[in-house]
T-cell receptor, first 113, second 114 residues
Framework: GNSVTQMEGPVTLSEEAFLTINCTYT??????LFWYVQYPGEGLQLLLK?????DKGSNKGFEATYRKETTSFHLEKGSVQVSDSAVYFC????????????FGKGTRLSVIA | KAGVTQTPRYLIKTRGQQVTLSCSPI?????VSWYQQTPGQGLQFLFE???????NKGNFPGRFSGRQFSNSRSEMNVSTLELGDSALYLC?????????????FGSGTRLTVV
């Protein structure tokens, strides 16, 4: 079945450092890929998405490119801020969009000033 | 525009009791999904409803059930509570049953079973 594997955390970075959170997936066909973010005490918020191979999703300085050849969707940001401290989840939905979102375990990011 | 509203925010129940959680989706959204979030297992899919019909169900015991009403509001029920049911229960809504456009999540109901 569909599954998502993302790097274990926690990840601790200094402000303005470069961020990469790795995400790989297993799925049949061409799933849609997502990154969600969860701030303390809140639900998940959609950060970005990509629905086909080579698509790049971007939002708030974060980017991720859908790589079919490596089945990956790594999240990157050039310069993190303290306000980016949160838990980040990689997720996928089946090719037809008719299957529920499957999430990775989440990666906790702490950014220190 | 109001977001996804989950009530209550916090619950403490005793083993063996039952509990009902409520979710009001964004106005116009017809699909509601439920997830259980725990530190050990992460986010696990419970079930999904669209137009009052259950479309998908996760791998949870029959003690977990849900329903959706004609106004798209949804409830989930857990009977005979166990300690392991302690978790954050998240509800998510979307316009239709396709997850391609992403879900909008509520802030969750934190259930503690003692």
């Amino acid at each position: 079945g569909n599954s998502v594997t993302q790097m274990e955390g926690p990840v601790t970075l200094s402000e303005e450092a470069f961020l990469t959170i790795n995400c790989t997936y297993t799925a049949t066909g061409y799933p849609s890929l997502f990154w969600y973010v969860q701030y303390p005490g809140e639900g998940l918020q959609l950060l970005l998405k990509a629905t086909k191979a080579d698509d790049k999703g971007s939002n708030k300085g974060f980017e991720a490119t859908y790589r079919k050849e490596t089945t990956s969707f790594h999240l990157e940001k050039g310069s993190v801020q303290v306000s980016d401290s949160a838990v980040y989840f990689c997720a996928l939905s089946g090719p037809s969009g008719n299957t529920p979102l499957v999430f990775g375990k989440g990666t906790r990011l702490s950014v220190i000033a | 525009k109001a977001g996804v509203t989950q009530t209550p925010r916090y619950l403490i129940k005793t083993r063996g009791q039952q509990v009902t959680l409520s979710c009001s989706p964004i106005s116009g959204h017809r699909s509601v999904s439920w997830y259980q979030q725990t530190p050990g297992q992460g986010l696990q899919f419970l079930f999904e409803y669209f137009s009052e019909t259950q479309r998908n169900k996760g791998n949870f015991p029959g003690r977990f059930s849900g329903r959706q009403f004609s106004n798209s509001r949804s409830e989930m029920n857990v009977s005979t509570l166990e300690l392991g049911d302690s978790a954050l229960y998240l509800c998510a809504s979307s316009l239709d049953y396709s997850a391609t456009n992403g879900y909008t999540f509520g802030s969750g109901t934190r259930l503690t079973v003692v």
